[in-house]
């Protein structure tokens, strides 16, 4: 069993930058593959990125690619969201998810989630 809680989320004007953290219980983090998911208002929930157990491995949405990277500390049982060049279609509560299945970007490839940080971006 892993509990995961997220933190970091706020308002930010537009171009700016936010670092979410996931925080997650347990001894066996470094077991999990981890990811951020986002859902925006009326919206599903997206894939946004995804790091191996070892950290070595990242994939994240084309949406976000060259603004956002995914990182953790196994040491710290830690992944993080670093978001830079922020934009309004960016708003949205943002979800660590833990997962021991097969896939990156459908939501079945995890068994834990967290409860979300809310990020809204102002134009």
């Known amino acids: 069993q892993v509990q995961l809680v997220e933190s970091g989320g706020k308002l930010v004007q537009a171009g700016g930058s936010l670092r979410l953290s996931c925080a997650a219980s347990g001894r066996t983090f470094s077991t999990y593959a981890m990811a951020w998911f986002r859902q925006a208002p009326g919206k599903e929930r997206e894939f946004v990125a995804h790091i191996s157990k070892s950290g070595g491995s990242t994939y994240v949405a084309d949406s976000v690619k060259g603004r956002f990277t995914i990182s953790r500390d196994n040491a710290k049982n830690t992944v993080y969201l670093q978001m830079n060049s922020l934009k309004p279609e960016d708003t949205a509560v943002y979800y660590c998810?833990?997962?021991?299945?097969?896939?990156?970007?459908?939501?079945?490839?995890?068994?834990?989630w967290g409860q979300g940080t809310q990020v809204t971006v102002s134009s």
């Open positions: 998810a833990a997962g021991v299945g097969i896939g990156v970007v459908a939501t079945t490839a995890y068994n834990y």
